[in-house]
């Protein structure tokens, strides 16, 4: 039989068997097997892991991935018009050189002095969206939205010592199922529906539902259909009349016109910064951030880490660490709020650059650009015969389409719009019953007048 | 200068210091970082500015108080706090244990960086994203091998979250047979991570946490005290935080089997047994991987991350949804699993941390895997055998005479005979290009420190990283403020620690830190 040929790796130096031989004799042991003495034979795992045959070399592993990538189409190849929770926003060249750089990509957790970088862009981060939400706390990103709303709602419970929260109007299904199981069984999660005709939250239903057992409202502005609600502080005051707390999620980037939601009586926003500099990747890229005062009682109860300010010895030099880290279950197990652990710095860090180079009036503009963008867009659907825009309500960047009238389902018009390289609205038939034969639509910077055009003509002859 | 041989290793080194402002301070009034295209005039002509339909309470009066930097400014700034950085790719990343520091390789990042990866939206037709979604499911096959579980998803954003969701499906099981309420504990051990007790806890467990006895086991008499028809489950790690594996295991799933309770396998610390014992044998029914450890993609300062977790065929059913199937033709979401825990994130998971773990696992197949766990332990117990030598470390418990991927030592020796820390000794570490990171509290082991080489290190590195260590535990008896003032080669000095937990000092924001100094 002839030898076999030793398996040498790139990314294992340690390989190389003379290596091995010179390092087992330095330990003391005849061979790497003996150092697994502590595992008994009837754990050992006697067969072989059925795993295709890897690409050794680079160049087929590059290869053979991007023949798997090949079978994808990108939104930079058909218009898309999906929003919902991802959207398809620009990404600033800088953005990429940032994040791609070894020192950020490929750290984790070292300490304020030899990873003080970090430490500072995601202050940095913090202090950006803190102008941005107006709000003076801002924790270091978690997970995604539906995270950062599920911490939001029971850091209310905590602090309201309260068990039950009200969804109030529109909410994505995905964010409904990631709250509900993060509350259950803890705290109770009820709805409040939305007036069919605004579609815009249901006030009279939510203040029926208040009552000194509810924790929070929690409600979307704009909201999952995409409308703006001019009736934050009323909303605010109706909570807080009743002793609940106000807990709003927002889209960042509305926020160059809207006002944020702490100045229509919020308590705590949350959101999502993809739309920060973040490509979508599939809906994988996301960052969840809640924001708060600066009250002991708010800072208290986050989970997250939470990156503070201060000096050094040597005078000039800025230092950093953590805020309040004995609240975390790093220190505290399973006696600290909730839990912490790796979430989505990278995305901060994103998003950091982002608004540093968007700057006010660029995501002013930038505000207005979609806005004016998807009201367009709403018009120009809304001149086909058959086909209507739901909810009196205005909207930012998404607007639903009704559809029904054409006679034609989402899922039919949506394959002919996909022979035409588009991709239409979001389906909401299966979602809201209510709303069956009706679409989500998302317009941003990245549509054109063009593919508004293109959308149009290829929907009236769809439906006509 | 004797010292200076026997320790030709070191470097002379010293970390960039830019002394760099926050990006308020740089803010010149009328400066753009980017111009926004203005939309076409068609556009303007039809809806004119387009403010006109928002209410005017709701229009925002005053402009957020971002700052104005001019791009190339924005472009410097945030590469000198890159400098200000010590990521994996600078480093020998070894003395952060429990994180498995792996080298990231970068065709991973040129693959990710593919529009056919980074411009693909949630929603799109399942036509469109067939590579996306065969990805997910050859993972799912990939995993089944690795653990001997048989369905896994890749929802979780990262290992805590995958702990939380264990503990949803153990939840949903309990109460699915009537027994929701009255099975409300989970038991872990000491030695497993801190998330492994906090997230189970959210899902309103209460937590009984096992220690170890004088060997440095967890405990297999404390279990069985434990146990009872409360308990819900088990969510532990082996090998644990101390590199130490619990021959036992089997023992402890029976026992939690026997009354009724599942068995959660965090295999945070699985990079030395791949290929050598799995979650299969061991007994256990949901198991999660960490993609961003050992499976070869970066931890970006803290995430994204990601996680494979996988169940035993009766626990399918409760999986977050959707789950990707493949019909023969094509590959599909499967949205129908009866008792679901509905989601756990929104959309279908981290895809480009799954694709670079994808990737990674296809540049090594079952026996690179097997040669990555084989190395990382040669690593480990080279460096443990070398820093048993150390005056003033050790490697505290008799359990594992050898250990699986890492080791907690302690520096209590030193400390009692310098008054020099474990976290001094760390800092001081910075001064030569290194990390080292204490442990998890609460310190079980006193001035602890928790090395983790992983297989991605060359023995000569391993030796300049320990020649590094020897040097400081010397440095700690000639010269010890020289160590408790360390660092004095790294970005910063010695920090105020004070604002830290002062409400009325701490500043999270700059606007706050603003406010805070009037």
């Given at each position: 039989?002839?030898k ?5 790796h790139p990314?294992?130096?340690n390989s190389v ?9 330095a ?10 003495e ?13 795993l295709p045959?890897p ?8 290869r ?6 090949q079978k994808?189409?990108s ?15 620009y ?6 050189e ?26 940095e ?31 209310a ?23 509900r ?17 605004t579609g ?11 009552s000194?057992?509810?924790a929070?409202?929690?409600f ?17 005051d ?9 807990v ?17 009586g ?14 979508m ?9 809640i ?6 009682k ?6 997250s ?9 040597v ?7 953590d805020?309040?880290y ?6 505290k ?10 979430a ?8 950091a ?43 930012f ?12 389902t989402?899922?039919?018009?949506n ?13 909401l ?14 317009v941003?910077?990245?549509?054109t007048?063009?593919?508004?055009k ?11 | ?10 470097r ?5 210091k ?39 309470q709701?229009?925002?009066e ?9 791009q ?7 590469l000198?706090?890159?400098q ?10 070894i ?26 939206h949630?929603?799109q ?12 499911y050859?993972?799912?096959?990939f995993?089944?091998?690795?653990s ?18 264990m503990?949803s ?8 047979r ?25 899902k ?9 006895d ?6 297999l ?11 819900a489950?088990?969510?532990?790690t082996?090998?644990?935080d101390?590199?130490?594996?619990n ?33 299969r044998?061991?007994g256990?029914d949901?198991?999660?991987?960490n993609?961003?450890?050992?499976f ?10 990601g996680?494979a ?7 399918e ?26 989601k ?24 690179g ?53 474990t ?42 990283y320990l020649?590094?260590?020897e040097f400081?535990?010397e ?23 004070s ?6 000092k701490?500043?999270i ?10």
């Amino acid at each position: 039989m002839p030898k076999k040929k030793p398996f040498i790796h790139p990314y294992i130096p340690n390989s190389v068997p003379h290596v091995q031989r010179e390092m087992l004799t330095a330990i003391g042991v005849e061979s790497i097997d003996d150092l697994y003495e502590d595992i008994p034979p009837e754990l050992r795992f006697q067969g072989e892991m059925k795993l295709p045959p890897p690409f050794l070399s680079e160049q087929d592993l590059k290869r053979h991935v991007m023949s798997l990538l090949q079978k994808n189409i990108s939104c930079e190849e058909y218009a898309c018009f999906l929003g919902g929770g991802s959207a398809y926003h620009y990404v600033p060249a800088i953005v990429d050189e940032i994040v791609h750089r070894s020192e950020f990509l490929t750290a984790y957790a070292g300490e304020p002095y030899e990873d003080k970088g970090r430490f500072q862009a995601l202050f940095e981060y913090q202090s950006l969206m803190g102008e941005l939400l107006d709000f003076d706390v801002v924790n270091v990103p978690t997970y995604d939205w539906s995270q950062a709303a599920s911490t939001a709602i029971r850091m209310a419970g905590r602090i309201t010592k309260r068990p039950k929260v009200v969804l109030a109007g529109p909410i994505a299904p995905d964010r409904l199922a990631v709250i509900r199981n993060y509350c259950q069984p803890v705290m109770e999660v009820a709805l409040s529906g939305y007036d069919p005709t605004t579609g815009l939250l249901a006030l009279e239903e939510l203040q029926s539902q208040l009552s000194s057992d509810v924790a929070a409202v929690y409600f979307e502005n704009p909201s999952y259909f995409g409308t703006i609600d001019h009736r934050g502080q009323e909303i605010a005051d109706l909570a807080h009349a009743q002793g609940a707390l106000c807990v709003v999620g927002v889209d960042p980037l509305s926020l160059g016109l809207l006002k944020p939601p702490s100045q229509y009586g919020a308590d705590i926003a949350c959101g999502d910064i993809q739309p920060l500099g973040n490509h979508m990747y599939f809906g994988g890229a996301l960052g969840g951030f809640i924001a708060t005062r600066d009250e002991e009682k708010f800072v208290m109860e986050y989970p997250s880490r939470l990156f503070g300010i201060s000096r050094t010895a040597v005078e000039g030099e800025w230092g950093f660490g953590d805020v309040a880290y004995s609240r975390t279950s790093f220190d505290k197990r399973e006696k600290g709020k909730e839990f912490v652990g790796t979430a989505a710095a990278l995305y901060g860090i994103a998003a950091a650059v982002f608004l540093s180079l968007l700057g006010p009036q660029g995501l002013k503009e930038l505000s207005q650009h979609i806005l004016q963008k998807a009201q367009f867009t709403a018009q120009k659907l809304a001149e086909i015969p058959g086909v209507k825009i739901c909810f009196s309500a205005p909207h930012f960047k998404e607007f639903v389409v009704d559809f029904k009238e054409t006679g034609k389902t989402v899922a039919e018009i949506n394959q002919a719009l996909l022979r035409q390289k588009i991709f239409g609205g979001k389906d909401l038939s299966g979602e809201f019953p209510e709303l069956s034969g009706c679409a989500l639509f998302c317009v941003t910077e990245m549509i054109t007048l063009e593919q508004i055009k293109k959308l149009r003509q290829a929907l009236s002859e769809i439906v006509g | 200068m004797a010292d200076q041989k026997k320790f030709s290793r070191l470097r002379n080194f010293h970390q960039a210091k830019w002394d760099e402002e926050i990006i308020f301070e740089l803010s010149q009034e009328g400066e753009r970082g980017i111009l926004i295209p203005e939309v076409e005039p068609e556009i303007k002509e039809t809806v004119g500015d387009g403010l006109a339909v928002i209410p005017p309470q709701m229009i925002r009066e005053e402009k957020p108080n971002l700052p104005e930097v001019a791009q190339m400014r924005v472009l410097k700034h945030f590469l000198r706090l890159s400098q200000e950085n010590l990521g994996a790719d600078l480093n020998i990343d070894i003395g952060q244990g429990t994180c498995t520091m792996k080298y990231n390789p970068k065709i991973n990042e040129v693959l990710v960086s593919s529009p056919k990866a980074l411009a693909l939206h949630p929603h799109q037709d399942e036509s469109t994203v067939q590579g996306a979604l065969e990805i997910f499911y050859k993972m799912d096959l990939f995993f089944r091998e690795i653990s001997g579980l048989d369905r896994f998803t890749f929802q979780c954003s990262a290992g805590s979250h995958a702990i939380m969701t264990m503990a949803s499906i153990i939840r949903k099981y309990h109460q699915e047979r009537g027994e929701g309420d009255q099975r409300d504990e989970i038991i872990t051990t000491i030695f497993s991570h801190p998330s492994d007790a906090a997230a189970a806890a959210v899902k309103g467990f209460k937590i009984k946490t096992i220690y170890h006895d004088e060997t440095g086991l967890p405990d297999l008499e404390s279990l069985f005290q434990a146990l009872s028809p409360r308990t819900a489950g088990l969510i532990i790690t082996n090998p644990e935080d101390t590199g130490i594996f619990n021959p036992q295991v089997a023992k402890f799933t029976q026992a939690v089997h026997e009354v009724g309770g599942l068995c959660g396998y965090d295999q945070a610390n699985a990079n030395g047994i791949l290929g050598i014992t799995r979650a299969r044998e061991a007994g256990f029914d949901l198991c999660f991987f960490n993609l961003h450890k050992t499976f070869g993609t970066p931890h970006g300062c803290g995430g994204p991350a990601g996680a494979a977790l996988g169940v035993v065929k009766k626990l399918e059913p409760y999986l977050p949804v959707p789950l990707v199937d493949y019909d023969g033709e094509k590959y599909y979401f499967n949205y129908d699993l009866p008792q679901t825990i509905g989601k756990v994130r929104s959309f279908h998971g981290p895809f480009s941390v799954i694709l670079k773990a994808y990737a990674w696992i296809m540049s090594m197949g079952a026996e690179g895997l097997k040669e990555v766990a084989r190395v990382a332990v040669l690593n480990n117990n080279y460096i443990l055998s070398k820093i048993a030598k150390i005056k003033g470390a050790k490697s505290p418990f008799p359990a594992g005479k050898h250990r699986i991927e890492q080791v907690r030592y302690t520096w209590e020796d030193l400390c009692r005979e310098t008054g020099v820390s474990t976290f001094d000794i760390a800092l001081r570490m910075a001064d030569f290009g290194f990390h080292l990171w204490s442990s998890h509290h609460p310190f079980i082991v006193p001035e602890p420190f928790t090395i983790e080489p992983t297989e991605s290190y060359a023995k000569r590195e391993l030796d300049e990283y320990l020649e590094a260590l020897e040097f400081i535990a010397e440095e700690a008896r000639r010269d010890p403020e020289k160590v408790k003032t360390a660092p004095h080669r790294s970005v910063v000095h010695r920090i105020d620690q004070s604002p830290y937990d002062d409400p009325q000092k701490w500043a999270i924001t700059w606007r706050a830190y603003l406010k805070k100094q009037k």
